[in-house]
């Protein structure tokens, strides 16, 4: 009998190497990386929803997308905490299959059992795709950045609502409210600590 020819299994570890250099063609099938959006370590949770934006096309892209907002469903029994991300980064890469959900992801902002920071991020990177959509974008991260009271949800809000056109005064006024807090959030690029109201000088790096 001749050896198996089963590649070896790769390690969580190589894999993070991976996501850490965007070398997301080396993941063989999106569940690769897709576990990532459950990681301890929020880093990886944005890189692997990028990494779901590369290797999803088509009809998988379709399938993930689903996949994701029914992880995100008490009748799942498997919350995904990044999906969110995943939908997005998903959205982002594939313009014609996300038309068909950008005003369920939309409104995923004023759902309070899924991760409003993420679902704002998400507007960020997705903002011209969700232009038109309803309920209005703009408006919901205006309506964020007046009432929401968690200072990492508002700092994204900040950086989405630049992307989105938003009036700097609208900005600037939920700065205010967390005036010398610091933050840590991700800016496309890597997790970066800020202060209130400095992080009115950021913007992501897409």
């Known amino acids: 009998m001749g050896e198996s020819l089963k590649p070896p299994?790769?390690?969580?570890?190589?894999?993070?190497e991976w996501l850490e250099r965007r070398e997301f063609w080396k993941f063989e099938k999106p569940s690769m990386a897709m576990q990532f959006l459950y990681d301890a370590e929020e880093f990886y949770r944005f890189r692997?929803?990028?990494a779901?934006?590369?290797?999803?096309?088509?009809?998988?892209?379709?399938?993930?997308?689903?996949?994701?907002?029914?992880?995100?469903s008490d009748e799942s029994g498997a919350y995904?905490?990044?999906?969110?991300?995943?939908?997005?980064?998903i959205g982002r890469a594939n313009p014609d299959v996300f038309e068909g959900f950008r005003n369920k992801f939309v409104?995923?902002?004023?759902?309070?059992?899924?991760?409003?920071?993420?679902?704002?991020y998400g507007m960020g990177r997705v903002s011209y795709l969700i232009e038109d959509a309803y309920p209005n974008p703009k408006k919901k991260v205006e309506e964020v950045l007046k009432?929401?009271?968690?200072?990492?949800?508002?700092?994204?809000?900040?950086?989405?609502?630049?992307?989105?056109?938003?009036?700097?005064?609208?900005?600037v006024e939920a700065a205010e409210r967390f005036f010398g807090e610091r933050?840590?959030?991700?800016d496309g690029e890597k997790i970066v600590e800020v202060s209130f109201p400095d992080v009115l000088n950021m913007s992501y790096s897409f």
């Open 9 to 16: 299994k790769v390690s969580r570890d190589v894999m993070k």
């Open 52 to 72: 779901l934006g590369y290797l999803c096309k088509g009809e998988t892209a379709r399938n993930f997308i689903l996949r994701l907002f029914w992880h995100l």
């Open 48 to 50: 692997g929803a990028e």
């Open 147 to 171: 009432e929401d009271e968690r200072v990492e949800v508002v700092a994204y809000a900040i950086l989405t609502a630049k992307k989105l056109g938003l009036p700097d005064d609208v900005c």
């Open 183 to 186: 933050v840590k959030i991700y």
């Open 80 to 89: 995904c905490v990044g999906a969110p991300l995943g939908i997005a980064e």
């Open 107 to 120: 409104s995923l902002v004023d759902d309070w059992e899924v991760e409003r920071k993420y679902v704002v």
